[in-house]
Every structure is written in structure tokens, then in C-alpha cells.
């Protein structure tokens, strides 16, 4: 081989090389281009089919003659046996509990979230978060009964004979404490996802610590706060044991959190564990409860997004 043509080959072979190389990404980045559209598909045609499913056997349930509309959305009383099909009576304790339960996890959660992103050490933020988030890793049916056997006696020895065995308010409590977790660990992230530069600059202008934070960092971060607050209250919406144990066991339109009361999810596991025929009036009311329960999480979620977008601090 001549000295001419080991001179063209030297040259020509890593150019060959770098265009098998590009040729080599450009193939996986479409791959995972396909595949991560593929999981999007998945996700949508999940929630359709589940849509279709709630649909198709909640129109069983309304095809019946003597359900309507009317009573249903327009009377308290709910048994489905004797002709009673006001499902007000489940959709109150949901949203009583549901509403305690954020009471107690979103300050409480925030609060938690702006000292571990703001003002924890290293060494206290290694400490306290694993220990924090302990508190997701219990079985919910644990919870229930933590809220059965010792908050609610606790609470009687305050509120007396007034406060019932089986209640929403203990359940409503317990239920915070166990999303408490969830909303810190999202809400924290999105604190310590804010740039620096914003800090800096807020001290540069003479504010405080709790200034910057509350005026500055969280306003900053409200996008994500505001997910971490829409997966709670979906997550508080769709509790099942906890309400299930410590709430009580009887549809009962009230508002009063220390009244006994039965939420939608609990209903639907005290119900469907009978032995149910299919058709029946009583099985198919379970799946106009879960279609109404599903709504309810849109709507809240909607609420929440339109809040968030509303009032959310844009920063270039």
C-alpha cells in the first residue's frame, strides 16, 4: 500500500467512525422518544377505560326506573334497598373529612417544607426527612385504628359524650397526618428548586430570613406547592381505610365532624365485601358512587389548578 493511500486512510476512518456514532444516538434518542410516548398513551387510554367502565355500569344504575336524577343529587338519604338514592349523605363526610384533613396537613406540611428547604441544616435535613417520611411507609389500616382506639379517646376526654365512638373528626385528623408527608416532601422539592439568584437577591435588598422565604421563595415555588395540594386532596378524597374504621359505618348527611358518618370510599368497601348479585340495584349503585367520587376529584383538582394559575408569581 502506497504512502498516499495510508494518509487517506488515516484520515477517512474517524470520520466514518463519527457518523456511525451520530447515526448510533439518533437512533436511541428515537427510541426512547417512542417509548416515552408510548407511556404517554398508556396513561390517557388508562384513565378513558376507566372512564368507560365507571360510565357503562353507573348507566345500570340510573337505567333502573325508580332512580333519577332528582333523587339522587337532590335527597340525603342513602339506601339503595329501600329506594333511598341521595348520595349527599356519602358526599358530606367525604368532604368533612376531607377538609380536616388538610387543615391539618397543609400548614403543617408548608411549615416543614420551608424549614427543611430554608433554614435545616445538612445534618438536620438528613435526620428529619427520613423520619418524616416514616410516617407514608404505614399501612393505612394502622392509621385507622391509631385513630379508633387512641385519638379519639383522647379527644373525648376534652369533648366529653358529645364526641362520638366512631367519628369524622379523628378520622379527619389522622387522615392529615398520614398526607402530612406527602405534601412536605413535594412541597419542600419545589422550594429547593428555586434559584439562588432569588435569595441573593432579596438579601442584597435588606430582607430577613422569614421575609425572603414567605415573600420571595414560596411565591416562587407556588406551581409545585399547588401540586403537592392537589395530590392531597385527591389522596385525602380517596382514603378508604381510615374513614372506613374510624369514621363509621352509615350513610349520615351532617356537616357536624363529631358525629359518626360514612364517606364514599368507606361505603364502597363496607359494600362490595357482601355477597352482591350483579345487577343488582345495590351492585350497581357502587359504581355510580365510584363515578360521583371521581368527579369530585376533577372538580377539586380544576378548583385548585385555576387557584394556583390564578395567583402564581411569574419570574424571568
Not at 415573600?215 to 416562587?220: D, G, K, R, T, Y
Not at 385527591?234 to 356537616?255: C, D, K
Amino acid at each position: 500500500m502506497s504512502e498516499e493511500s495510508l494518509i487517506i486512510k488515516a484520515v477517512e476512518t474517524p470520520v466514518f467512525r463519527k457518523v456511525d456514532l451520530k447515526t448510533k444516538t439518533r437512533m436511541g434518542e428515537t427510541i426512547i422518544q417512542a417509548a416515552l410516548f408510548i407511556a404517554g398513551i398508556l396513561s390517557i387510554m388508562t384513565t378513558l377505560a376507566i372512564v368507560y367502565e365507571l360510565g357503562k355500569e353507573a348507566l345500570l344504575f340510573f337505567a333502573d326506573p325508580d332512580v333519577t336524577l332528582v333523587k339522587f343529587l337532590g335527597t340525603t338519604k342513602w339506601q339503595p334497598a329501600i329506594g333511598q338514592y341521595g348520595i349527599w349523605a356519602l358526599v358530606s363526610a367525604t368532604l368533612v373529612t376531607s377538609f380536616i384533613a388538610m387543615l391539618i396537613s397543609l400548614p403543617l406540611g408548608l411549615a416543614s417544607a420551608v424549614y427543611l428547604s430554608e433554614y435545616a441544616s445538612t445534618r438536620a435535613r438528613s435526620i428529619l426527612k427520613p423520619i418524616l417520611e416514616i410516617l407514608a411507609g404505614i399501612p393505612t389500616v394502622v392509621y385507622g385504628y391509631f385513630a379508633l382506639l387512641f385519638v379519639t379517646p383522647i379527644l373525648r376526654t376534652f369533648l366529653g359524650e358529645n364526641l362520638q365512638i366512631y367519628n369524622m373528626l379523628s378520622a379527619g385528623l389522622v387522615m392529615g397526618i398520614m398526607i402530612l408527608p406527602l405534601i412536605s416532601s413535594m412541597s419542600e422539592d419545589a422550594l429547593s428548586a428555586v434559584p439562588r439568584s432569588l435569595r441573593e437577591a432579596a438579601y442584597a435588598m435588606g430582607a430577613t430570613k422569614v421575609e425572603t422565604s414567605l415573600q420571595i421563595v414560596v411565591p416562587a415555588a407556588l406551581s409545585g406547592i399547588g401540586a403537592a395540594v392537589i395530590v392531597g386532596i385527591s389522596r385525602a378524597v380517596g382514603e378508604t381505610m381510615i374513614v372506613a374504621v374510624a369514621a363509621g359505618s352509615g350513610p349520615n348527611f351532617s356537616f357536624n365532624p363529631l358525629e359518626a358518618a360514612e364517606t364514599m370510599t368507606g361505603h364502597i368497601a363496607r359494600i362490595s365485601g357482601g355477597d352482591l348479585s350483579y345487577n343488582s340495584i345495590d351492585y350497581t349503585s357502587l359504581f355510580a358512587i365510584a363515578l360521583m367520587l371521581f368527579l369530585v376529584t376533577l372538580v377539586l383538582n380544576l378548583i385548585s389548578q385555576w387557584v394556583v394559575t390564578k395567583f402564581r408569581e411569574q419570574y424571568e
